[in-house]
């Protein structure tokens, strides 16, 4: 199965993430990687690394906000939550991936030329 996950398209982890944090609301970045895993059906591996460096830069460009708090766990861990204008841009990179993804898919149904 470990060779079936994919890395995440550069570009695309800010989108899932902001996704994921107005679909489900304040998370931990744990939560958020597993969620994003879950819902790939485990198709995507989600670098804890990267995900805190997604995050802190989510954090600085107030897209998101993070918060001190209580995990499930009952340990002290950072929730981070989507701001306004973190909905604006989760908006307009939903459009843009939709634009990408249908170009991309209308190339992959393109017929050889006989």
Known sequence: MAEDRS???QGTLDLMVLQTLEAMGPMHGFG?????EQVSEEALLVNQGTIYLCLVRLVQKRWIRAEWGTSENNRRAKFYSITNAGRKQLAAEAKSWERV???IGRLLQLTPRS
Do not use: S
């Open 7 to 9: 890395e995440i398209l």
């Open 32 to 36: 958020i990687a597993r969620r994003i």
């Open 101 to 103: 993804a249908g170009t």
